[in-house]
Every structure is written in structure tokens, then in C-alpha cells.
């Protein structure tokens, strides 16, 4: 079931408390009282429909939320995930650290085996730094000069050259390794590191992977499935203004 | 699987059914004669040993020296000898508290010992020459020509590698490789 702007707040979060960063992102903060979804927005002057189709997506992930969120702008889309690299690299990536760093004061694990963690966490750290700069430096920026032009029906001779030879489809979405990292760290926190004598910490760690997990694929998702499919039209037409 | 060798038939089966009672998912096989007990040595693994004193006298000692072993003890003498690390003494007459104790502890041991070594068990031995060399740095030409097999060989078993353990990136390998020490810190990187 959809979450409409009639049902209340509150509702929403008991129903998936994974939206709690979600709405905070989009500019929402807790103590709503018993307000629906609509009279919030409204009080904190968030947009309600952007807000219901951001939520609706997070939740469903098929075909048919992504395309209620084409209905967006690209300025919008791009500012919320612009707000999740920030919930990533100030939050969530912190405390994972620090919990990882609490692993070796808590448990009997070995300096090496601590440290290997501690690198191999440091690893995926920096991949992930690096593909959230490449996107802020170069790809959102591209995304919301195509746009401009798009609307504004203008388009100059740099981002023609631009176009011709790096479309946003060269951009190619080098995810996968990033994927295939935290996958792994999963996999040798459940598995493979030795048995401690109590797992609270571990298992703290492990929920907190599972959650970055699925909020990058939210944003992956939307990326590939929203802006990039957005961008590429905007592309074709620029050019084919220019013909 | 466990092994309790004794030429008594009624010990045989009085310890199996102990055994199945504490531990019923592991396998039991009751052996009389100690050229029995090797044949079972050489094809299979044999994670706790139950073994009579005049069985142990009879085989090659060196190759079951490191097999977790209980010898049973049907008589009491004034000296017995501690030959093993490994070993420990079951004596038949004793009470049903002290067996039990012994058995449950060396089964709980067991228990430790053999998933310390799930890993490795996981993997076939090739696999494992190839998560050594992909954690040393390798690439996949190079352990093709170090091992003497194709590089479509070597990619079949690291694909086998990442679905059997669940890891998929070279330094999750790394990772593996050290914590199970396939390889030794400073081998890589």
C-alpha cells in the first residue's frame, strides 16, 4: 500500500522505521504530534507530493514509483541525493568506525584480526568517498546543466561538446565494487572472523551495514532508474534542437 | 565422524548409544579389530577416537597421533602412561557422572575443533591454492602459469570460490586468507 498525504506521520514511520533518515533528509524533523503527512510538509514547507513519491520509492522498489519520481525535477532529485551522500559520509559511515573500534576493546579478538577489519572497512571507506566526490564534483553538476538548458531550450557550444563526448551514459555506474565490498565485510563479520564470546557489537555493526546497504540501493535506484533514463532524453532533444 | 573401536561388543554399543543420546548428529561407527580402525583412518576423517588399550597396541600409533582420542581403560593399574596431548582415559568402572562428564566435554572439544576447520573443508585443496595466490596479489595469468592450468581454469574456481564463501572483491579474499591463515601476514600487500 501507498502512503498517501491523509495518513499520519507517525503511521508512515511505524510502518517502516527505515524511513527515519529518509524524512529527516527531506527536511522533516521528529514531534510531529498527530498531523498528517500533508498539514507537516506544509508546516515545514516541504514539498508534499516530492515527499510522498521519495517515501513511496524507498519503500517499492518496482518500476512504477521510479517513474512517478521522472515527474520531478532533476534539481530536487539530485538535492535529496545530494542530503543521503551527506547522511553517509557525517553519520552513518562515523558510527560504524567507532563501533568498529569498540570491536577490539570488547572482544578477544586479536590486533591483527582487529586490524584487518579496521583496513578492509578503511578500503571500502575511501571507494566510497571517491564515488561520492566523482558524482558531486562532476556528475550532479553535468545533470543540472543539461536540465538547465533543457528548460531554458538553449544550448551552448561547451555542453554540446560536452554531450558528444561524455553523455551521462559514460558515467558508467561503477557501483558494483562498492557493492561487492560491503557484501564481503558482511560476510566476514557473520562468518568468518572468530566466535566472540558475546556478538552485541558485532551484531550492531552488522545492522548498521544492512541499513547503509539498503539506502544506497535506494540511491542507486535512483539514479538508474530516474535520472539517468531523464538525462539521456534531455540529451537526445538538446541535440536534436540543434539540428 | 566418531570412531569407538573395542573388541567388546557390549562396550560398543553401550558408548554408541551414550553418544547418540548426547550428540545425535554426528555419525558412529563401532569397530572391533585395529585393522579395521586404519582402513577407517585412511578414508575418512575421524574427528574423536574411543580406542581399547589393546586395539592402540596394535596400529601404527604415529598416524592416529592427531586424532582427539579417548582411551577406555577396563581395568585400573597401579601406573598408566600419559603417551598424548591428544588423548585422554575413559575408565569403563567408573561412575555414570564421571563418564558422562568425560564424554561430554571431549564432544564439546570436538565440536570446536571441527568447525575451526569448517573452512578450510569448504573449499577443495585447488581452491585453495587459488584463494592463496589471488590473496597474495596475483593476478589471474599469473596463478594460471604458477599452477600449471588454463586462465579460464582459474577463473572457473574463483567463481566457485566467491559462491561457495560469499566474498567477492580480491581484498575480502585477502581478508579470508589471513584470518584463516592460508596465508601469513606480510605475505600479501
Redesign the interface.
Known sequence: MQIKKEMKMADAIHRNYLLLPVINRLGIQLGFQDKTIEKVCLKQNVDVEFFLTILNAYLDTNDKSSKQLQAHSVKDVVSYLLKTHSYYLERIIPEIENRINLLIQHSQLNK??FL??KN?FE?YKKELYGHISLEENFVYPYMIEIADAYHSKSLSKTLEDKINSYPITSYEKEHS?IE??L???K??LI?????PNDSYIRNRILMELFTLEQDLNDHSRIENRVLIPKITQMETALIALKK | MIVIATSSFIVRKGLADIIKELYPAKKIIGVGFAEELEKLRNQHTIALLLVSAEILSNVNLSSFRNIQTIKLIDFRPDYIEADSANSELLFLDDTETSILHILKRNLALMDKNS?GNK?DSILSDRELDIVREVASGNTNKEIADKLFISTHTVITHRKNITRK?????V??LT??A???KLIK?GDSL
Open positions: 591483527n584480526e584487518l577489519v578492509f578500503e565494487d561487492a565490498k557484501f564481503d565485510l560476510n566476514i562468518k568468518y572472523l572468530p566466535t | 568447525s573452512s564463501l560469499g566474498i567477492k572483491t581484498s575480502g581478508v579470508y589471513l584470518l584463516n601476514m
